[in-house]
């Protein structure tokens, strides 16, 4: 099939990227650079270097006909959400809506959008959360991730346009950007690698559910395959809070020091973890990889590439 992948350089994308062009599939990537990595790219998909708000957008359509599209092209960061949520929006909600919009004209068959799980859930008491749950996201970041996935019932709703929203958890892996706020795996590799002394913001016992890249990778596909429409959470369902985090990456890197403290982020969310159910019942999907398993991946990853230019922007 011929799939367009948006932010298809960054460090899920591309990994969904190389999956689809391994099970022979014909991929364009769209992608500005501005967070994701030219050498990242599979040098057997086409690239066009683009912006999603761009007008422009329209002719790759026009070119390459896409049958299926999946929209991971994005400003990944919550805090910079909160300090800049016009620019947020211009590009996660009116750029993903030129995505869409292009996607109906074209007659695309499927959309798969990669969302966020934490982000829309918030705190809260059931844990892990399911995706029958309330959304009152509490950034920008999060508000237009739930925007979008009520734009794809829309389109749903008026032409047809099929869809399928994955809500991850805190993703990590090889290529994570070090300079995105979700990115506390990679942050911390990046910080230890560079000599440079990392820091645990507030008492670190502030939880997270982290699902490695391939598992992430693996529901992706899935996704293509399904008929369904509609959400579904891709988490592990296990919550590890940041000294526990911070000791496993210690262990993989050799690094003796301790880890200092700092002021705690206000309003950053205190824990978070995703029940998976549904895309197993629907899907069968399950994660694999442990947590310690990901971390040695990740951390063998950081320590080849340090220094290469894959290190982050």
């Given at each position: ?53 761009n007008p422009n957008l329209s002719q790759v359509f026009e070119d390459f006909k896409p049958e299926i599209i999946y929209h ?242």
């Open positions: 099939m011929k799939i367009l992948v948006t932010g298809g350089a960054g460090f899920i994308g591309s990994h969904i990227t190389d999956a689809l062009i391994t099970k022979g599939h014909q991929v364009t990537v769209v992608d500005n650079l501005s967070s994701g990595q030219k050498e990242n790219i599979n040098p057997k998909a086409k690239f066009v270097k683009m912006d999603i708000s991971l092209a994005a400003q990944i960061d919550v805090r910079k959400s909160l300090v800049d949520p016009i620019g947020d929006a211009k590009i996660n909600i009116l750029g993903s809506l030129n995505v869409l919009d292009n996607a109906k004209q074209f007659s695309v068959k499927k959309i798969i959008f990669s969302s966020t799980g934490g982000a829309l859930y918030g705190d809260t008491q059931m844990r892990p959360t399911p995706e029958t749950h309330s959304t009152h996201p509490l950034s920008p970041y999060g508000i237009a991730k739930l925007t979008i996935e009520n734009y794809l019932y829309y389109y749903h709703q008026l032409s047809g346009l099929h869809y399928v929203t994955l809500r991850y958890a805190n993703v990590y892996g090889p290529r994570q950007n070090a300079k995105g706020e979700a990115g506390v795996v990679a942050i911390f590799c990046d910080k230890i690698l560079g000599n440079e002394l990392p820091m645990i913001n507030g008492d670190g016992t502030q939880t997270r559910d982290y699902v490695f890249v391939s598992d992430v990778v693996a529901a992706n596909m899935l996704a293509l395959e399904s008929g369904k429409p509609g959400a579904y959470n891709v988490g592990t369902g296990i919550e590890t809070d940041v000294n526990q985090l911070a000791d496993l990456i210690k262990k993989a890197l050799g690094y003796k020091k301790e880890i200092s403290h700092g002021q705690a982020k206000t309003g950053e969310q205190q824990t978070s973890s995703l029940d998976y159910s549904k895309i197993k019942k629907d899907f069968g999907w399950t994660p694999k990889v442990k947590l310690t398993d990901g971390i040695r991946q990740t951390t063998e990853w950081f320590i080849k590439n340090y220094g290469k230019g894959k290190k982050s922007k």
